[in-house]
C-alpha cells in the first residue's frame, strides 16, 4: 500500500525559507520519480519540481533559483527546499510518487499526499 505523508507547512513571511518534506511508504524514492505540486485556492494544480528515478530535476520557472528538490532513499523521503518565499507561493503543497518521466519533465503519478499548508505574510 503507497502512503504519502507531507509536512513542514508553515505561516512564513515574505522572503523566508521552508523545507517540506514527505514520507513515503511502499515505493522506495531511490528508483524511482517524484514530484511536488501545489493547489492555491481557485486554480489548478500545478507541478512545483520534480525529480527522476536518476536524480535529474525539472522546476517550475516561477520557482527557478529559489527551489531544490531531493531525495533521501535511506529515509525515503523527498524534501523540497524553498527559498525567498513570496506572497504567490501561499498554496497547499502536495507530494506525488513514482509518476513518469519524459522530455526533462516530471509527470504525475495516482499517488497523492493529504497536503501541507504554506502561507506566505506579506
Not at 507547512?9 to 517540506?20: E, I
Not at 533521501?72 to 527546499?81: A, E, S
Not at 516530471?106 to 499526499?113: D, E, I, N, T
Amino acid at each position: 500500500q503507497v502512503r504519502l505523508v507531507e509536512s513542514g507547512g508553515a505561516l512564513v513571511q515574505y522572503g523566508g525559507s521552508l523545507r517540506l518534506s514527505c514520507a513515503v511508504s511502499g515505493i522506495p524514492v531511490r528508483n524511482n520519480p517524484m514530484g511536488w505540486y501545489r493547489q492555491a485556492p481557485g486554480k489548478q494544480r500545478e507541478l512545483v519540481a520534480g525529480i527522476s528515478s536518476g536524480g535529474l530535476l525539472d522546476y517550475a520557472d516561477f520557482v527557478k533559483g529559489r527551489a531544490y528538490i531531493s531525495k533521501d532513499g535511506l529515509k525515503n523521503t523527498v524534501n523540497l527546499q524553498m527559498n525567498d518565499l513570496k506572497a504567490e507561493d501561499t498554496a497547499e503543497y502536495y507530494c506525488n510518487a513514482g509518476g513518469s518521466w519524459s522530455n526533462g519533465r516530471y509527470y504525475p503519478s495516482s499517488y497523492w499526499g493529504q497536503g501541507t499548508q504554506v502561507t506566505v505574510s506579506s
